[in-house]
């Protein structure tokens, strides 16, 4: 397991990432996250990356140790701010109520972990994790990434909302007239990062630029 180092200075945040299309958000979100100061533990299924390998030409390895120095390596990121976990590493501090950060985003968020999360499963450390978050009255965020929505769907997305989850689906607005995916890809962090109290200059804030 990695070693954990936090001292009252350095802000924590659980960051899980699905098997669901949209790995460049997630791996945007981490780059902005580390540069902010913060210490991401960085959650990752066998699942999302494949789709890491597909959408970003990011092939990562299978052990939490082989992803973190890949990680380190891509976003050139002090090795101290990064730790990753492993699917069972039921010992990590997210597995814990007395430990785990009190914010978490799972970006991009599949149908299905949306609903292993709704349902509490906890069969793997991303859905504990959230678990964690949810009964301990942290934050959470999940960019669900699906389309069209099915009623399962909807329903899954209300009962969280109800609990107090944020859901931001994977939408990006125009009116900052885009010129890049980069620039889609940053309107959603963006977003993301002011919903956790997270200063950021990706995109300008509505109105402001007109004036």
């Not at 140790?65 to 590493?89: D, F, H, M, Q, T």
Request: aromatic share 6%; hydrophobic share 45%.
């Amino acid at each position: 397991m990695n070693d954990v180092k936090i001292d009252d200075q350095n802000k924590s945040i659980t960051l899980a990432m699905t098997g669901a299309s949209g790995a460049p958000y997630g791996l945007r979100l981490l780059e902005c996250l580390l540069a902010s100061g913060y210490q991401v533990f960085v959650l990752i299924s066998s699942a999302a990356r494949v789709v890491m390998a597909t959408e970003h030409n990011l092939k990562l390895p299978a052990s939490p140790e082989g992803i973190k120095k890949a990680l380190v390596e891509y976003l050139n990121c002090p090795p101290e701010r990064l730790v990753v976990c492993g699917k069972e590493e039921w010992f990590s501090p997210v597995a814990s109520g007395s430990a785990a950060p009190k914010q978490m985003v799972v970006c991009p968020c599949s149908a299905g972990s949306l609903a292993s999360i709704a349902h509490g499963m906890s069969d793997n450390l991303i859905e504990r994790a959230a678990d964690v978050v949810l009964k301990e009255r942290g934050q959470l965020i999940l960019m669900v990434r699906e389309t069209p929505f099915s009623t399962l769907h909807l329903e899954n997305m209300h009962k969280l909302s109800s609990m107090g989850v944020t859901i931001m689906p994977a939408a990006p607005g125009f009116y900052h007239n885009p010129k890049s995916i980069d620039d889609l890809v940053d309107f959603m962090v963006a977003r993301v990062l002011d919903h956790l109290g997270i200063k950021q200059g990706l995109v300008p804030r509505w109105g402001y630029d007109q004036r």
